[in-house]
C-alpha cells in the first residue's frame, strides 16, 4: 500500500519560518524603516504647504521598483535561499531530512515556499505600511500600488528561483556564493573578458558594453531597461514660461521584463526540482553537487582564468616591454597557458577538496593550455577584422566625434551629413593604417585622444577610441594627422561642436520643431590695461547677434579648432598659451518647443573658447566697442603673467575650463561624447 | 520483514555495497556487524531512504523504501552522527518529529521522562554527547515506529543507559513486534539483545544467521593430543593455538562433529568451549583476510 503523500509539509513549514525568523523579522524591520521615513518627510512637506499627488507617489514605488527591488532582491534571495536549503550543505542534515517521513517533493515544496514567504514578508510588511502612509496623506493610487505588487512579486519569485537553482548545483554555502554571483553576473563578466581580450590586440578598441547578451545578467538589466515614465501637465504662463509641476500618468516602462523573468523563474525552480531528484545526498559538502557540471566547472574556470588571469599576468610582466598599446601575442598567450593551467588546478582542487590533483592530470592541463593558445592566437590574428572595420557613411544614422589634445582643449560633435562623416572615416582609416606610428610610446610626445561612436537607428552601434601620439613633425607627414586636423577645423564639425545644443536643445530623438531666439551674451575675462582689471562684458541681443555672425565666419574660415594639437614641442614651446585666449564667450537662447499643442520654452546657453585665429571674432567684437586699445582678451599665457604679477605668491595656474562647452539652463552639460568616453 | 536484494551502491567509483543481501524478520532484533569501511552505515542510509541504491532492491514490508512518505512514517533510525537543529532544545525537536511521526506518543513522552533525565528547554547543543543520544532515543521511542533502524546506538551512553535503553528496545520489540536492525561495533552487547545476525564486508553479506545457528556453526576446542602431538595437518581447522599442550582450536562445524572428527587422532582431552559473538566475527572475518595480524612495530 502507497498513498497519501503529500507535498506540503506544515510542520517544517512552520519549522523553516520559526528558526529564521531573524532573517524575515530583521529584513521587515529595515524595510519599515523605509514608510517611516516617508511618513516623515509627507508630514514635513504639509507642514511646508506641499500637498503631494497620487502620481507622485506612484512614480516614487514605480523608482523603488526599478532601482532597489532587484538588487535588495538578489541579496535576500541568497540569504532566504541559504536558510531553507542550508542543510542539504551538511551530511548530517541532510540525513536527518530524508529519512523523515516526508517524500523529496513534499521537501521541495515546502522549503520553496518557506523561502518565498521569507522574501515576500518584509516587502508585504513596507508595502503596508506605504499604502497606509499614502491613505494617511490622501496619495493612494490603486493602479500603480497593484503593479509596483506586481512587480516585487515578480522579482522576488525571480530571485529565489535562481538562488534555488544555484543551491541544487552546489554542495556548500562559498560554492553557493561564487557560483550565485557568477550566475547573475557570468554575461556582464564573459562580454568584458573578451572585450579586454580584444582591446589587448587591437588598436582602438576597448571595453564593450553593448549589452548583447546583458539579459543574462538580470539585476543590470532590469536596473538598466525598466524605469517609470511621467507624463507632466503643462500651463501657460502670462509671461510665456511654462509651469510643469503636476504629473498627469506615470507609466511603467518596459514592465512586462518582470512578467518575463518571472516566467523564467518557473523554468529555473522547475530545473531546480529535477536536479533535486537525481541530487545524490552524498554530495553535501562538495563545491559542484551536480556530475555533469564539474567538467563544465573546471575547464569554465580555467577558461576565465586564462583570459583574466593571462592578462593581468602579461600587464605586470610584459607590459612595460610594449612600444605601444597592442600586446605582443607571444607573450600574452604564455601568459594565458600559464593562468589557464593555474585555473585549472585550482577548479581541480575545488572539485575533489584535496591539493593532490596532480597525478593523471597531465593532459587535462595539456588540453587547458593548447585551449589558452589557441583563443589567444585566434583573437591576436584578428579573424573577423574588427581593428580595421569601418562602417560604410551611408549606413550611419550619425557619427559623434570627440577629439581632445595634451591642454584639455577639446572638440565635440555629432554628424549627420554624410559627406562629413566620410571625411572622419578616412581620416579613421588613415589611422589604422599608421597605427604602428601613432600607436607608439617611445620618445618625446604628445597624444591626442580621437574618441568616435556610430549610430544606428537611433542607438549607439559601436565605438572607437585611439591614443595619437604626434609631434611637429609628425603632424606635417602623417596623413591621418594631417586628415585629423582637417577634420578639426572643419565648418560642419565646429558648427556642430559650438552649436550642436542648438540643433538637438532635447537631445537626438527630438525631433520637434523649436524656435530658437537669441537673447543676448557675455564676453567674460576682459582685460583694462589702464586699470588692470579683468572684468566681463555683457552683451546686447544685437551685439549678441553680431558675435554669433563672427563666430561662423570663423567657422567657416576653418579659425576654430586649431588649436587642438597644438604642444610644447612645437619651435615656439608655448605655442598653445600664446595662441589661446583665456576667456569664454556665451551666447543665450531661449528655445521654444511645442508639446502638446503648446509652447514650452527653455533656456540653452553656448560657451566657447576662442584663438588668435578667430579674427573675424575678435574683429566683431572691437566693431560693438567690447574690445579697444585699453580693453583687451588675454591670451593664456598673458594671463598667467598678469595674475603673477598681480598676486606674486600664487603659483599661475596652466588651463582653466577651456574647452568649448554648452549648457542647459545652469546646469553645464559637455558633449555627449565627453560623458560617454572610455572608463 | 526488511528485504534487501543484490544492492549495489557506488560513490565515485567506489563500490560501498556490492550485491548486498539481507533479510531481516519481522519481530527480531538483527544485528548488521562488520569491520570498518564494510558499508553498514551506507546500507542503513539505504535502507532509512537517504541513499538511493544503484542497484537491487530495498524493501519494507514488501514495500518499497525510496520516496515512500507512509511506509517511512512507520520507520524510525537514529543515525551515529544523529542531527537536531542548532537551537533546538528537546522540546522543539519533540514538536518536530510530532509534525512528522503520525503515531508519535506524547504520553509516551511524557513516561520518557522519568528514565531520561533530561532538561527538555536547554538547547541541546549544549548537552554532553550522550545526553543528545539520550534524546535520540526518547524522541525516536516516542515515535512508535514498527521499524526502528539504528546505527552505533549506544556510543557515549554510559553502562547503566545503554541497559536501559536496550531495555526499552526489546519492551518494544516484545510488546509491539518492532523490528530492529542495529548496526555495532560492539559485539558483546550485540550478543546480549540480537537474535540474528549478518556479517557485512566489503558491501557483501558473509553470513546472516540466528544467533544460535551461528553458534552452532562454530565450534572453539581445547584438546591434548597424544604424546604431546601436535595438530594434524589434515584437521581443517580456521584458526589454532597453544598453551603448553592444551591446543585451542576454532573449527566451522557443530561441536558434535568436531569431536568426532578429533576422535580419530584419540587425543588426551576434547573440551568444547562455547563460542563468543566476537570470536565468531573475528574468525570469520578472518577468512576473508581480515584478521589481527602480528606486526612487529
Redesign the interface.
Given at each position: 500500500m502507497r498513498s497519501k503523500t503529500s507535498y506540503f509539509n506544515p510542520t517544517l513549514f512552520k519549522k523553516n519560518l520559526t528558526r529564521f525568523w531573524p532573517l524575515w523579522g530583521g529584513a521587515s524591520a529595515l524595510g519599515a524603516l523605509i514608510p517611516l521615513a516617508l511618513f516623515m518627510i509627507l508630514v514635513e512637506d504639509r507642514f511646508a504647504g506641499f500637498g503631494g499627488h497620487p502620481l507622485e507617489f506612484t512614480h516614487s514605488c514605480y523608482v523603488a521598483l526599478c532601482y532597489f527591488v532587484p538588487t535588495i532582491s538578489l541579496l535576500y534571495a541568497a540569504l532566504c535561499a541559504l536558510a531553507v536549503w542550508g542543510w542539504l550543505y551538511n551530511p548530517r542534515s541532510v540525513g536527518m531530512m530524508h529519512s523523515l517521513p516526508v517524500t523529496r517533493k513534499g521537501l521541495f515544496v515546502t522549503n520553496a515556499l518557506s523561502g518565498l514567504s521569507m522574501m515576500l514578508i518584509p516587502y508585504a510588511v513596507t508595502g503596508a505600511l506605504v499604502i497606509l502612509v499614502s491613505l494617511v496623506f490622501g496619495l493612494f493610487e490603486p493602479v500603480g500600488i497593484l503593479v509596483t505588487i506586481l512587480g516585487v512579486l515578480a522579482d522576488s519569485f525571480f530571485y529565489f528561483a535562481s538562488a534555488t537553482l544555484v543551491v541544487f548545483l552546489t554542495g556548500n554555502p562559498f560554492a553557493f556564493a561564487a557560483f550565485y554571483f557568477i550566475f547573475h553576473f557570468l554575461a556582464t563578466g564573459a562580454e568584458w573578458l573578451v572585450s579586454q581580450l580584444m582591446a589587448a590586440f587591437y588598436f582602438g578598441v576597448g571595453f564593450v558594453n553593448e549589452g548583447v547578451i546583458e539579459f543574462l545578467s538580470p539585476t543590470i538589466y532590469l536596473t538598466r531597461r525598466l524605469h517609470p515614465d511621467v507624463t507632466y501637465q503643462t500651463t501657460s504662463t502670462p509671461d510665456g514660461w511654462i509651469d510643469n509641476g503636476v504629473p498627469t500618468a506615470v507609466e511603467l516602462s518596459n514592465g512586462y521584463l518582470l512578467l518575463v523573468y518571472a516566467l523564467v523563474g518557473a523554468v529555473l525552480l522547475a530545473l531546480a526540482w529535477a536536479l533535486y531528484r537525481r541530487r545524490r545526498s552524498e554530495s553535501a559538502g562538495d563545491v559542484v553537487a551536480v556530475g555533469w557540471m564539474k567538467p563544465i566547472f573546471r575547464y569554465g574556470v580555467a577558461l576565465c582564468a586564462a583570459a583574466a588571469g593571462g592578462i593581468l599576468l602579461y600587464g605586470v610582466l610584459f607590459s612595460s616591454l610594449e612600444s605601444g598599446s597592442i600586446a605582443n601575442p607571444v607573450y600574452m598567450a604564455t601568459c594565458m597557458a600559464v593562468a589557464g593551467v593555474v585555473g585549472y588546478y585550482i577548479a581541480s582542487m575545488l572539485l575533489v577538496k584535496s591539493l593532490r590533483v596532480f597525478q593523471n592530470s597531465l593532459p587535462g592541463a595539456l588540453a587547458t593550455a593548447a585551449a589558452a593558445l589557441i583563443l589567444c592566437f585566434t583573437v591576436a590574428a584578428d579573424p573577423a577584422g574588427v581593428e580595421s572595420w569601418l562602417p560604410e557613411a551611408d549606413s550611419l544614422e550619425s557619427l559623434s566625434l570627440y577629439v581632445s589634445g595634451p591642454y584639455g582643449r577639446s572638440l565635440g560633435a555629432t554628424l549627420a551629413d554624410k559627406a562629413t562623416i566620410q571625411k572622419v572615416l578616412d581620416c579613421q582609416a588613415a589611422i589604422i593604417a599608421e597605427k604602428d606610428v601613432l600607436d607608439d610610446s617611445r620618445g618625446e610626445k604628445h597624444y591626442a585622444h580621437v574618441y568616435l561612436t556610430y549610430r544606428q537607428n537611433g542607438r549607439r552601434t559601436a565605438w572607437r577610441s585611439y591614443d595619437l601620439r604626434f609631434t611637429p613633425e609628425l603632424l606635417e607627414e602623417s596623413d591621418a594627422l594631417i586628415r585629423l586636423q582637417g577634420v578639426l577645423t572643419d565648418p560642419v564639425v565646429q558648427e556642430d561642436n559650438i552649436f550642436g545644443i542648438l540643433s538637438h536643445p532635447f537631445g537626438y530623438s527630438d525631433d520637434l520643431q523649436n524656435e530658437i531666439r537669441l537673447t543676448g551674451g557675455y564676453v567674460g575675462d576682459v582685460y583694462d590695461t589702464q586699470t588692470q582689471e579683468i572684468y566681463g562684458s555683457d552683451l546686447l541681443p544685437e551685439q549678441a547677434k553680431a558675435l554669433e555672425t563672427a563666430v561662423r565666419r570663423d567657422i567657416q574660415a576653418g579659425h576654430f579648432g586649431k588649436t587642438v594639437l597644438l604642444t610644447n614641442l612645437m619651435p615656439d614651446e608655448n605655442a598653445y598659451h600664446n595662441i589661446a585666449y583665456f576667456g569664454d564667450l556665451t551666447l543665450n537662447y531661449t528655445v521654444t518647443k511645442l508639446e502638446e499643442g503648446k509652447h514650452r520654452t527653455y533656456s540653452r546657453t553656448v560657451s566657447f573658447g576662442i584663438s588668435v585665429y578667430c579674427t573675424e571674432t575678435v574683429k566683431a567684437l572691437e566693431d560693438m566697442g567690447v574690445l579697444d586699445g585699453t580693453h583687451k582678451l588675454l591670451t593664456m599665457a598673458e594671463h598667467g603673467a598678469q595674475q603673477a604679477q598681480q598676486y606674486p605668491s600664487d603659483v599661475p595656474y596652466d588651463s582653466p575650463s577651456d574647452g568649448p562647452y554648452v549648457s542647459a539652463g545652469s546646469a553645464v552639460v559637455y558633449p555627449e561624447e565627453a560623458m560617454h568616453g572610455p572608463a | 520483514m526488511i528485504q534487501v536484494q543484490d544492492t549495489v551502491k557506488r560513490?565515485d567509483g567506489f563500490t560501498a555495497l556490492d550485491g548486498t543481501t539481507l533479510s531481516v524478520p519481522a519481530g527480531c532484533v538483527y544485528g548488521l556487524v562488520g569491520p570498518n569501511g564494510a558499508g553498514k552505515s551506507t546500507l542503513i542510509?539505504c535502507l532509512?531512504?537517504?541513499?538511493?541504491q544503484d542497484e537491487g532492491d530495498l524493501a519494507i514490508d514488501g514495500?518499497p523504501v525510496w520516496?515512500?512518505?507512509?511506509?517511512?512514517?512507520r520507520?524510525a533510525?537514529i543515525?551515529d552522527?544523529?542531527?537536531?537543529?542548532p537551537?533546538a532544545s528537546l522540546r522543539d525537536m519533540c514538536?518536530?518529529y510530532?509534525?512528522?511521526?503520525p503515531s508519535f506518543s506524547m504520553e509516551r513522552y511524557e513516561k520518557l521522562k522519568e528514565i531520561f533525565q533530561i532538561d527538555e528547554k536547554r538547547p541541546l547543543r549544549r548537552l554532553s554527547k550522550g545526553m543528545q543520544k539520550q534524546a535520540a532515543f526518547w524522541l525516536t521511542l516516542s515515535a512508535m515506529p514498527d521499524y526502528l533502524v539504528l546505527d552505533e546506538p549506544v556510543d557515549g551512553l554510559d553502562p547503566v543507559m545503554r541497559r536501559q535503553v536496550w531495555s526499552l528496545v526489546l519492551g518494544d520489540v516484545a510488546q509491539r513486534g518492532t523490528t530492529v536492525l542495529v548496526s555495532s561495533h560492539n559485539l558483546r552487547e550485540l550478543e546480549d539483545v540480537c537474535d540474528h545476525v549478518g556479517i557485512l564486508d566489503h558491501g557483501k553479506v558473509l553470513l546472516e544467521r540466528s544467533l544460535a545457528q551461528l553458534q552452532d556453526n562454530m565450534v572453539k576446542l581445547q584438546v591434548v593430543f597424544k604424546d604431546g602431538g601436535g595438530v594434524p595437518e589434515d584437521l581443517n581447522v580456521l584458526h589454532a593455538s597453544h598453551i603448553g599442550r592444551i591446543h585451542t582450536l576454532i573449527m566451522r562445524m557443530s561441536a558434535a562433529e568436531a569431536q568426532n572428527r578429533l576422535a580419530v587422532y584419540e587425543p588426551m582431552l576434547v573440551d568444547a568451549v562455547p563460542l563468543t559473538l566476537e570470536e565468531i566475527f573475528i574468525y570469520e572475518l578472518g577468512g576473508a583476510d581480515y584478521a589481527v595480524k602480528d606486526i612487529v612495530l
Amino acid at each position: 500500500m502507497r498513498s497519501k503523500t503529500s507535498y506540503f509539509n506544515p510542520t517544517l513549514f512552520k519549522k523553516n519560518l520559526t528558526r529564521f525568523w531573524p532573517l524575515w523579522g530583521g529584513a521587515s524591520a529595515l524595510g519599515a524603516l523605509i514608510p517611516l521615513a516617508l511618513f516623515m518627510i509627507l508630514v514635513e512637506d504639509r507642514f511646508a504647504g506641499f500637498g503631494g499627488h497620487p502620481l507622485e507617489f506612484t512614480h516614487s514605488c514605480y523608482v523603488a521598483l526599478c532601482y532597489f527591488v532587484p538588487t535588495i532582491s538578489l541579496l535576500y534571495a541568497a540569504l532566504c535561499a541559504l536558510a531553507v536549503w542550508g542543510w542539504l550543505y551538511n551530511p548530517r542534515s541532510v540525513g536527518m531530512m530524508h529519512s523523515l517521513p516526508v517524500t523529496r517533493k513534499g521537501l521541495f515544496v515546502t522549503n520553496a515556499l518557506s523561502g518565498l514567504s521569507m522574501m515576500l514578508i518584509p516587502y508585504a510588511v513596507t508595502g503596508a505600511l506605504v499604502i497606509l502612509v499614502s491613505l494617511v496623506f490622501g496619495l493612494f493610487e490603486p493602479v500603480g500600488i497593484l503593479v509596483t505588487i506586481l512587480g516585487v512579486l515578480a522579482d522576488s519569485f525571480f530571485y529565489f528561483a535562481s538562488a534555488t537553482l544555484v543551491v541544487f548545483l552546489t554542495g556548500n554555502p562559498f560554492a553557493f556564493a561564487a557560483f550565485y554571483f557568477i550566475f547573475h553576473f557570468l554575461a556582464t563578466g564573459a562580454e568584458w573578458l573578451v572585450s579586454q581580450l580584444m582591446a589587448a590586440f587591437y588598436f582602438g578598441v576597448g571595453f564593450v558594453n553593448e549589452g548583447v547578451i546583458e539579459f543574462l545578467s538580470p539585476t543590470i538589466y532590469l536596473t538598466r531597461r525598466l524605469h517609470p515614465d511621467v507624463t507632466y501637465q503643462t500651463t501657460s504662463t502670462p509671461d510665456g514660461w511654462i509651469d510643469n509641476g503636476v504629473p498627469t500618468a506615470v507609466e511603467l516602462s518596459n514592465g512586462y521584463l518582470l512578467l518575463v523573468y518571472a516566467l523564467v523563474g518557473a523554468v529555473l525552480l522547475a530545473l531546480a526540482w529535477a536536479l533535486y531528484r537525481r541530487r545524490r545526498s552524498e554530495s553535501a559538502g562538495d563545491v559542484v553537487a551536480v556530475g555533469w557540471m564539474k567538467p563544465i566547472f573546471r575547464y569554465g574556470v580555467a577558461l576565465c582564468a586564462a583570459a583574466a588571469g593571462g592578462i593581468l599576468l602579461y600587464g605586470v610582466l610584459f607590459s612595460s616591454l610594449e612600444s605601444g598599446s597592442i600586446a605582443n601575442p607571444v607573450y600574452m598567450a604564455t601568459c594565458m597557458a600559464v593562468a589557464g593551467v593555474v585555473g585549472y588546478y585550482i577548479a581541480s582542487m575545488l572539485l575533489v577538496k584535496s591539493l593532490r590533483v596532480f597525478q593523471n592530470s597531465l593532459p587535462g592541463a595539456l588540453a587547458t593550455a593548447a585551449a589558452a593558445l589557441i583563443l589567444c592566437f585566434t583573437v591576436a590574428a584578428d579573424p573577423a577584422g574588427v581593428e580595421s572595420w569601418l562602417p560604410e557613411a551611408d549606413s550611419l544614422e550619425s557619427l559623434s566625434l570627440y577629439v581632445s589634445g595634451p591642454y584639455g582643449r577639446s572638440l565635440g560633435a555629432t554628424l549627420a551629413d554624410k559627406a562629413t562623416i566620410q571625411k572622419v572615416l578616412d581620416c579613421q582609416a588613415a589611422i589604422i593604417a599608421e597605427k604602428d606610428v601613432l600607436d607608439d610610446s617611445r620618445g618625446e610626445k604628445h597624444y591626442a585622444h580621437v574618441y568616435l561612436t556610430y549610430r544606428q537607428n537611433g542607438r549607439r552601434t559601436a565605438w572607437r577610441s585611439y591614443d595619437l601620439r604626434f609631434t611637429p613633425e609628425l603632424l606635417e607627414e602623417s596623413d591621418a594627422l594631417i586628415r585629423l586636423q582637417g577634420v578639426l577645423t572643419d565648418p560642419v564639425v565646429q558648427e556642430d561642436n559650438i552649436f550642436g545644443i542648438l540643433s538637438h536643445p532635447f537631445g537626438y530623438s527630438d525631433d520637434l520643431q523649436n524656435e530658437i531666439r537669441l537673447t543676448g551674451g557675455y564676453v567674460g575675462d576682459v582685460y583694462d590695461t589702464q586699470t588692470q582689471e579683468i572684468y566681463g562684458s555683457d552683451l546686447l541681443p544685437e551685439q549678441a547677434k553680431a558675435l554669433e555672425t563672427a563666430v561662423r565666419r570663423d567657422i567657416q574660415a576653418g579659425h576654430f579648432g586649431k588649436t587642438v594639437l597644438l604642444t610644447n614641442l612645437m619651435p615656439d614651446e608655448n605655442a598653445y598659451h600664446n595662441i589661446a585666449y583665456f576667456g569664454d564667450l556665451t551666447l543665450n537662447y531661449t528655445v521654444t518647443k511645442l508639446e502638446e499643442g503648446k509652447h514650452r520654452t527653455y533656456s540653452r546657453t553656448v560657451s566657447f573658447g576662442i584663438s588668435v585665429y578667430c579674427t573675424e571674432t575678435v574683429k566683431a567684437l572691437e566693431d560693438m566697442g567690447v574690445l579697444d586699445g585699453t580693453h583687451k582678451l588675454l591670451t593664456m599665457a598673458e594671463h598667467g603673467a598678469q595674475q603673477a604679477q598681480q598676486y606674486p605668491s600664487d603659483v599661475p595656474y596652466d588651463s582653466p575650463s577651456d574647452g568649448p562647452y554648452v549648457s542647459a539652463g545652469s546646469a553645464v552639460v559637455y558633449p555627449e561624447e565627453a560623458m560617454h568616453g572610455p572608463a | 520483514m526488511i528485504q534487501v536484494q543484490d544492492t549495489v551502491k557506488r560513490f565515485d567509483g567506489f563500490t560501498a555495497l556490492d550485491g548486498t543481501t539481507l533479510s531481516v524478520p519481522a519481530g527480531c532484533v538483527y544485528g548488521l556487524v562488520g569491520p570498518n569501511g564494510a558499508g553498514k552505515s551506507t546500507l542503513i542510509r539505504c535502507l532509512t531512504g537517504i541513499y538511493r541504491q544503484d542497484e537491487g532492491d530495498l524493501a519494507i514490508d514488501g514495500q518499497p523504501v525510496w520516496e515512500n512518505e507512509v511506509l517511512k512514517s512507520r520507520v524510525a533510525a537514529i543515525a551515529d552522527d544523529w542531527y537536531y537543529f542548532p537551537q533546538a532544545s528537546l522540546r522543539d525537536m519533540c514538536r518536530f518529529y510530532r509534525g512528522f511521526y503520525p503515531s508519535f506518543s506524547m504520553e509516551r513522552y511524557e513516561k520518557l521522562k522519568e528514565i531520561f533525565q533530561i532538561d527538555e528547554k536547554r538547547p541541546l547543543r549544549r548537552l554532553s554527547k550522550g545526553m543528545q543520544k539520550q534524546a535520540a532515543f526518547w524522541l525516536t521511542l516516542s515515535a512508535m515506529p514498527d521499524y526502528l533502524v539504528l546505527d552505533e546506538p549506544v556510543d557515549g551512553l554510559d553502562p547503566v543507559m545503554r541497559r536501559q535503553v536496550w531495555s526499552l528496545v526489546l519492551g518494544d520489540v516484545a510488546q509491539r513486534g518492532t523490528t530492529v536492525l542495529v548496526s555495532s561495533h560492539n559485539l558483546r552487547e550485540l550478543e546480549d539483545v540480537c537474535d540474528h545476525v549478518g556479517i557485512l564486508d566489503h558491501g557483501k553479506v558473509l553470513l546472516e544467521r540466528s544467533l544460535a545457528q551461528l553458534q552452532d556453526n562454530m565450534v572453539k576446542l581445547q584438546v591434548v593430543f597424544k604424546d604431546g602431538g601436535g595438530v594434524p595437518e589434515d584437521l581443517n581447522v580456521l584458526h589454532a593455538s597453544h598453551i603448553g599442550r592444551i591446543h585451542t582450536l576454532i573449527m566451522r562445524m557443530s561441536a558434535a562433529e568436531a569431536q568426532n572428527r578429533l576422535a580419530v587422532y584419540e587425543p588426551m582431552l576434547v573440551d568444547a568451549v562455547p563460542l563468543t559473538l566476537e570470536e565468531i566475527f573475528i574468525y570469520e572475518l578472518g577468512g576473508a583476510d581480515y584478521a589481527v595480524k602480528d606486526i612487529v612495530l
